[in-house]
């Protein structure tokens, strides 16, 4: 699905004199504007047709029609997030209540984030990869054992690449990294401190980002060439990562074996030589 609000939030900087309103309209009320069609909007926001037009498609849409649709499908999965996020505030009395709510959170997270990675850019993704020197992957906490995931898929199929566990070694990564390199980082909230610091300098060294983060405008969104987007339907003030832990995991999985099926015969041919195959020998019994 291809978020409307957010490639406004990016594109109303430099917005025309004349798409201006229009981007400030559809920004503060739009649910209004996916209600509207083509004539009522450009009356509210006080701009010919044709502007709508040619902003739809600046922005990567077909059509008036095409983003309308997307702005509808976009409002009701941050509505449905919302309604999510509300329930797992609401205690879970019995321990079969706590079994389904946990599992049916993880689901729907799953499903959510499905919607929201665009194939376009997962391609592109691929693409940045496979054409880097090594894959830099950054991440705290729940965040860095998805981050560490990627690290092991990665090995697996002898894509060089690097991991640290502290944050001071993740600094001197992102500092000490290429142009001709690439890195992931993982963060749900996309406003950590340390890894927007990461995300700077790696912008600096002119390193190009994916981000596997929420489905929200944050610092780390703008900083990334791509977005793999996970639903936003935790608090961030949470107990403990669950669903946006899942549905990191599940983005990772994704981009792995959308790297893999780019050159299939290759890297399964290194998956089963990467493989553990022979059997420990066992140990002899001990002198009595």
């Known amino acids: 699905m291809k978020s409307v609000l957010i490639r406004l939030e990016h594109y109303q900087p430099g917005a025309s004199v004349a798409e201006k309103g229009l981007v400030d309209y559809i920004l503060s009320a739009p649910e209004a504007a996916a209600d509207s069609d083509i004539h009522q909007l450009s009356r509210m926001s006080y701009c ?31 509505r449905r997030n919302t309604e999510q996020r509300a329930r797992q505030l609401e205690p879970a009395g019995r321990l079969e209540d706590v079994i389904r709510q946990t599992t049916y959170g993880s ?7 499905m919607q929201l990675i665009e194939p376009d850019t997962l391609a592109k993704c691929v693409e940045l990869l496979a054409g880097c020197d090594t894959v830099l992957l950054f991440g705290l906490g729940a965040s860095w054992l998805v981050a560490q ?4 898929k990665f090995l697996r199929i002898g894509k060089r690449s690097a991991c640290c566990g502290d944050i001071h070694s993740q600094y001197l990564l992102a500092r000490s990294a290429k142009s001709t390199d690439a890195a992931i980082i993982v963060s749900y909230s996309g406003c950590t401190e340390e890894m927007i610091r ?11 980002i994916i981000a596997v983060t929420r489905f929200r405008h944050s610092p780390l969104e703008q900083l990334a060439a791509y977005c793999l987007y996970v639903a936003d ?6 107990s403990g990562a669950m669903g946006s832990r899942i549905a990191q995991l599940n983005a990772v999985d994704i ?27 066992d140990r002899p019994p001990a002198n009595v």
């Open 48 to 78: 010919s047709p044709s502007t709508i037009v040619r902003l739809c498609r600046k922005l990567g849409f077909d059509g008036y029609r095409d983003m309308r649709k997307q702005l509808s499908c976009e409002l009701a999965v941050r």
């Open 107 to 113: 689901i729907a997270s799953l499903e959510e984030s």
């Open 149 to 152: 995931d990627a690290y092991l």
């Open 198 to 208: 990461c995300a700077r300098d790696l912008q600096a060294q002119g390193t190009p």
């Open 233 to 238: 339907m935790e608090e961030l003030f949470r």
């Open 255 to 281: 981009l792995y074996t959308a790297y893999v099926n780019q050159d299939f015969a290759r890297n399964v041919d290194r998956l089963e030589r990467s493989q553990l195959t022979k059997p420990v020998p």
